[in-house]
């Protein structure tokens, strides 16, 4: 198992920019890492994910705008959001499944452990 806390999410004025951080409590040598963001009853929609090769995938939403990096070092996922909209108002959530290959699989899917997501508003 892995735990992970997320921070960075707060409420910003569009065309403003945040910058989310998850911390893993372990790492592993293969994977997916990612952030989804999800609304109670509703299904969750991927965001952006990387891989253990480096390779990331965006949803189309938010491509040009958000950047994903993840810092093998300290463990840290983080998503730069830049041109923010109101529409980008949800709680992200960062999860990592080990049994993901692929970034763009994990995009499609969001799966794994997860954390108990930052909220991210944004104002028109």
């Known amino acids: 198992q892995v735990e992970l806390v997320e921070s960075g999410g707060g409420s910003v004025q569009a065309g403003g920019s945040l910058r989310l951080s998850c911390v893993a409590s372990?790492?592993?040598?293969?994977?997916?890492m990612g952030w989804f963001r999800q609304q109670p009853g509703e299904d969750r929609e991927g965001v952006a994910a990387?891989?253990?090769?480096?390779?990331?995938s965006y949803a189309d939403s938010v491509k040009g705008r958000f950047t994903i990096s993840h810092d093998n070092a300290k463990n840290t996922l983080y998503l730069q959001m830049n041109n923010l909209k109101p529409e980008d108002s949800d709680m992200y959530i960062c999860?990592?499944?080990?049994?993901?290959?692929?970034?763009?699989?994990?995009?499609?899917?969001?799966?794994?452990?997860r954390g108990p997501g930052t909220q991210v508003s944004v104002a028109s």
């Open positions: 999860a990592v499944d080990h049994s993901c290959r692929e970034s763009k699989d994990w995009i499609r899917r969001p799966f794994g452990y």
């Open positions: 372990r790492s592993y040598i293969k994977y997916c």
């Open positions: 990387i891989d253990s090769d480096g390779s990331t």
